[in-house]
């Protein structure tokens, strides 16, 4: 009977899967690097920031991440702080507060399919180590059969006069055939994942951009909010650095 090559196909999967997240990263740099070399929106420039915090949930751009953590230990309530044209201010006005809270509405409509993705993407990983798992119980159960094979061809290299390998029992026959079966199915079960993952990745994409577009918009508007406030006094000057 002719050995199965149990390692090839495996690795060629794994190949496939290597490629398939190294494309996906060098997407995510690039956009990466768009957004580093483009205003967020025609609204702020890249020395602006602000921070949003309203019924406990605080939203925030341009602000340090150091800055931030020390100030989400200092500060509680709802404000709105921010650093517009090298100066800092602060909203406490409940009207202004709400008005900007309710420009990230759309971001929020999106979690529970945020949420459905996550538990999406949890599941996919979960059969896939299912079936990695099954994948080498099913490669160490022919590797033994392998094995004795590559015994018996180095026995017979190192002694010609040897006697012939012994022949597979017709219950061994049976046993070995039967793991390259359910080898066999396993693969067609893991392409099947592998189309369902590549599914998956481009709904992620589509609520990744979606995600994105509802952002920018809600931010020029909030900058629009925010000169307003300047200008109506709304906004009271404040420390230079969030927090103090």
Same mark, same amino acid.
Request: net charge negative.
């Given at each position: 009977?002719?050995?199965?090559?149990?390692?090839?196909?495996?690795?060629?999967?794994? *190949? *496939?899967?290597?490629?398939?997240?190294?494309? %996906?990263?060098?997407?995510?740099?690039?956009?990466?690097?768009?957004?580093?070399?483009?205003?967020?929106?025609?609204h702020a420039s890249h020395h602006?920031?602000?921070?949003?915090?309203?019924?406990?949930?605080?939203?925030?751009?341009?602000?340090?991440?150091?800055?931030?953590?020390? %100030?989400?230990?200092?500060?509680?309530?709802?404000? !709105?702080?921010?650093?517009?044209?090298?100066?800092?201010?602060? *909203?406490?006005?409940?009207?202004?507060?709400?008005?900007?809270? @309710?420009?990230?509405?759309?971001?929020?409509?999106?979690?529970?399919?945020?949420? %459905?993705?996550?538990? @999406?993407?949890?599941?996919?990983?979960?059969?896939?180590? $299912?079936?990695? %798992? #099954?994948?080498?119980?099913?490669?160490? $159960?022919?590797?033994?059969?392998?094995?004795?094979?590559?015994?018996?061809?180095?026995?017979?290299?190192?002694?010609?006069?040897?006697?012939?390998?012994?022949?597979?029992?017709?219950?061994?026959?049976? #046993?070995?055939?039967?793991?390259?079966?359910?080898?066999?199915?396993?693969?067609?079960?893991?392409?099947?994942?592998?189309?369902?993952?590549?599914?998956?990745?481009?709904? #992620?994409?589509? !609520?990744?951009?979606?995600? #994105?577009?509802?952002?920018?918009?809600?931010?020029? @508007?909030?900058?629009?909010?925010?000169?307003?406030? *300047?200008?109506?006094?709304?906004?009271?000057?404040?420390?230079?650095? !969030?927090?103090?």
């Open positions: 009977m002719t050995r199965i090559p149990v390692r090839s196909t495996r690795l060629r999967m794994r *190949v *496939v899967r290597v490629a398939a997240a190294a494309a %996906a990263i060098s997407a995510c740099l690039a956009a990466a690097a768009a957004a580093q070399t483009a205003p967020s929106n025609a602006d920031g602000y921070v949003l915090s309203t019924e406990g949930r605080w939203i925030s751009s341009g602000v340090d991440f150091d800055e931030l953590s020390r %100030a989400r230990g200092r500060r509680s309530g709802d404000f !709105l702080w921010f650093h517009r044209s090298g100066k800092s201010y602060l *909203v406490e006005d409940p009207a202004t507060l709400d008005r900007a809270a @309710k420009l990230f509405d759309p971001l929020r409509a999106l979690e529970p399919e945020q949420d %459905a993705l996550r538990d @999406k993407e949890r599941a996919l990983d979960d059969r896939e180590n $299912a079936f990695d %798992a #099954e994948e080498e119980r099913i490669e160490a $159960a022919m590797e033994r059969w392998e094995g004795e094979d590559e015994s018996d061809s180095d026995d017979e290299s190192e002694d010609v006069d040897s006697r012939p390998p012994a022949q597979l029992s017709a219950d061994e026959e049976r #046993e070995r055939d039967e793991l390259a079966r359910q080898l066999d199915e396993l693969h067609a079960r893991q392409r099947e994942l592998h189309t369902e993952q590549r599914a998956y990745d481009r709904e #992620e994409r589509e !609520l990744d951009a979606r995600e #994105e577009r509802i952002e920018r918009d809600a931010e020029s @508007k909030l900058w629009q909010l925010l000169d307003e406030t *300047v200008s109506n006094g709304t906004a009271k000057p404040a420390p230079g650095r !969030l927090g103090e």
